[in-house]
Nanobody, 132 residues
Framework: EVQLVESGGGLVQAGGSLRLSCAAS????????IGWFRQAPGKEREGVSC????????YYADSVKGRFTISSDNAKNTVYLQMDSLKPEDPGVYYC?????????????????????????WGQGTLVTVSS
């Protein structure tokens, strides 16, 4: 069974940092692209970043470029999202999602609005709150 479990959310002041973790199990980690998404109350889910576990290639949404860093530890089957310089517009429930690499048109396809609704696996989410 494919499983993704997020952790690391919490309350942080604007300008601060948090690191989220997504632990994966039930599939061959190197064959998948894993991404982070967020959803604020009353808003659509938004793709934030993704990484190809096979070669470490990364992709970021413009809204987080230069502030967030995605990485993976293939030995632990875990993907991380380091979030720095957090802004008041960053809070929400952060989810990780995954899909088989060869189902995607390209790396960024995983977090595109047209594609993410069809991902193979989702985690349960972790809440990030940013105080101003």
């Amino acid at each position: 069974e494919v499983q993704l479990v997020e952790s690391g959310g919490g309350l942080v002041q604007a300008g601060g940092s948090l690191r989220l973790s997504c632990a994966a199990s039930g599939f061959t980690f190197d064959d998948y692209v894993i991404g982070w998404f967020r959803q604020a109350p009353g808003k659509e889910r938004e793709g934030v970043s993704c990484i190809s576990s096979s070669d470490g290639s990364t992709y970021y949404a413009d809204s987080v470029k230069g502030r967030f860093t995605i990485s993976s530890d293939n030995a632990k089957n875990t993907v991380y999202l380091q979030m720095d310089s957090l802004k008041p517009e960053d809070p929400g429930v952060y989810y990780c999602g995954a899909d088989y690499l060869f189902r995607l048109a390209g790396l960024g396809d995983l977090i595109s609005p047209e594609r993410y609704r069809y991902l193979e696996a989702w985690g349960q989410g972790t809440l990030v709150t940013v105080s101003s």
